[in-house]
């Protein structure tokens, strides 16, 4: 065994991801001797396996289905769907996995990158091991700050028999060259309906099992109400309050059996049950941080909690898996470790979109949310198809406006239409700067558009 070689660089970023990638990027712009690691890609998750690739896919199947509404609205169309351009898209955007380009942005800002899986050793020391290193591991003792941005991976449930087939993660979607005839999914959240729904509009049969009651069971019943409604009608077959009890593969195909007897099968089986963060493999006990704890807790200026010296971001601190999490608390966090102060962390106007057709954007509480923290809460459903914009658009105009007011604000809002995620946008604001309700129900919203409908909310309130 070679001795390790110790560095003792100003800053340590595990996990060069959205959030990593964003702060030792940031620490490197202002002149720190800073180390990046990440075991696989520079960029993370987002870019190679999840946001971008996904977006690709479902943006071409928005495009499939919009060729297919020209019938009856603006002539004749034939449309024969092809998978092929997607992938070579999707390789183009990842440039067939390889972050070359990625790290030399990191390096060429001044940062050093190495590739190797981190484990800390002790409150301040990280030990690298790289991937064909032939056993040599670099101990890294950083001086002024050490950073956890290590996300997270895909949670696999315990059902019997489900290790030990062949399986597919997003990754393995993602990475596909050809689309299988058929595909049951596990889970019925973003990965799930994202996926699924891109997929089957290119002739894959997809068969959702969601355990919970609803589809998106984090948001409100009136956006799983119209999901359930829209997919169903494009062909998908979906269970709610499902329990798969054994997985099996047989002849090149997987059977699902569930609890209440019904048995199902397809030549390839997702799993998109949610993700986790694995404290254990990164040896966040070093921290005082239990191996079973959902995420690394951290203080409003992404500290982590009883170790001084550590912050952590993203993913692994469990606020909120998404890329715009990410960077939102890398540039917390950064000011904070460059000592430039600036506002906190705050969390109660977070967005989110699930980009199915229709979109679902959300921010701030769901209804649910909101009575369970006791607030006196009013809300208001406006129906897009039947507005202005909707009668224009046609086919495709399902969704509508949810406001959750409370104290004269709104705590919470959904907009699911053909653009919700970019109506989420002033909903995001009204949520976040708490605008008043007065104020908004002064506001001239354009006509006709689909934004316009939150005056129609508003309103109803
Ligand atoms: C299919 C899919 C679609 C998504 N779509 C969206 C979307 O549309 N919008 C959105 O906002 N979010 C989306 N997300 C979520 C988004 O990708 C994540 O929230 C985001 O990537 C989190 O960034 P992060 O930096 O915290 O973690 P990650 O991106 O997961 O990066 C963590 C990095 O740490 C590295 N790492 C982990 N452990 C170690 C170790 N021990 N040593 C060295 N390196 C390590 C990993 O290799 C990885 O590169 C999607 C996710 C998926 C899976
Ligand atoms: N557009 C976006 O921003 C976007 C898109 C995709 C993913 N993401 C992020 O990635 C995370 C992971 O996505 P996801 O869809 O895997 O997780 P998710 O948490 O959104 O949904 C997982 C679903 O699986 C269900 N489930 C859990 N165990 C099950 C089982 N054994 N059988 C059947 N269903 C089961 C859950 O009830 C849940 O509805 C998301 O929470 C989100 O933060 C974001």
């Not at 991976?153 to 393995?172: E, F, I, K, M, Q």
């Amino acid at each position: 065994m070679v001795a390790p070689t110790v560095s003792t660089p100003d800053a340590v970023v595990i996990g060069m991801g959205p959030a990593g990638e964003e702060v030792a990027g940031r620490l490197a712009d202002a002149g720190w001797d800073v180390v990046g690691i990440d075991e696989r890609l520079v960029g993370g998750e987002c870019p190679y396996w999840g946001c971008i690739p996904s977006k690709i896919m479902v943006r071409a199947g928005n495009l499939v289905t919009d060729a297919h509404r020209v019938p009856g609205s603006a002539g004749i169309s034939r449309v024969q769907s092809d998978w092929r351009p997607v992938v070579r898209h999707v390789r183009a955007a990842t440039d067939d996995w390889d972050d070359k380009v990625a790290v030399d942005r990191f390096t060429t800002r001044g940062g050093r990158f190495l590739r190797g899986t981190a484990r800390l050793t002790g409150p301040n020391e990280v030990c690298v091991s790289g991937p064909d290193d032939g056993g040599t591991e670099t101990l890294l003792r950083p001086r002024r700050a050490l950073v956890l941005a290590v996300g997270a991976r895909p949670s696999v449930p315990p059902v019997p028999g489900l290790a030990g087939t062949p399986y597919w993660t997003n990754h393995d979607l993602v990475e596909a060259a050809e689309l299988p005839e058929s595909l049951l999914v596990l889970g019925g959240g973003a990965i799930a309906l994202e996926l699924g729904q891109a997929v089957q509009r290119f002739g894959c049969q997809v068969t959702v099992l969601e355990a919970q009651s609803r589809l998106l069971p984090q948001e409100e019943p009136e956006a799983a109400d119209l999901l359930m409604r829209v997919l169903t009608t494009e062909g998908i077959e979906i269970h709610t309050g499902i329990e798969a009890v054994s997985v099996s593969r047989q002849g090149g195909r997987f059977t699902v059996v569930c609890r209440r007897g019904e048995r199902l099968s397809a030549e390839r089986l997702l799993v998109a049950t949610g993700r986790r963060v694995d404290l254990e493999r990164l040896g966040a006990s070093a921290l005082g941080v239990p191996a079973d704890a959902r995420g690394l807790p951290v203080d409003e200026r992404l500290r982590v909690l009883g170790a001084p010296g550590v912050w952590a971001v993203g993913d692994v601190t469990g606020k909120g898996a998404f890329t715009h999490m990410a960077m939102y608390q890398a540039d917390v966090a950064v000011r904070g470790i460059l000592g430039q102060g600036g506002r906190p962390a705050e969390y109660h106007a977070v967005p989110r979109v699930t980009f199915t057709d229709p979109e679902i954007g959300a921010v701030g509480l769901t209804e649910a949310q909101a009575r369970t923290r006791g607030l006196a809460v009013r809300t208001a459903v406006a129906d897009l198809a039947a507005s202005g914009r909707g009668l224009v658009h046609g086919a495709g105009n399902d969704g509508f406006i949810k406001l959750v007011a409370a104290d004269r604000v709104l705590v919470g809002a959904t907009a699911a239409g053909p653009t919700g995620g970019e109506i989420l946008g002033l909903l995001t604001l009204a949520v976040q700067a708490k605008v008043p309700l007065a104020e908004l129900r002064a506001t001239n919203w354009a006509y006709p558009t689909f934004h316009r409908v939150v005056g129609d909310a508003l309103n109803a309130l």
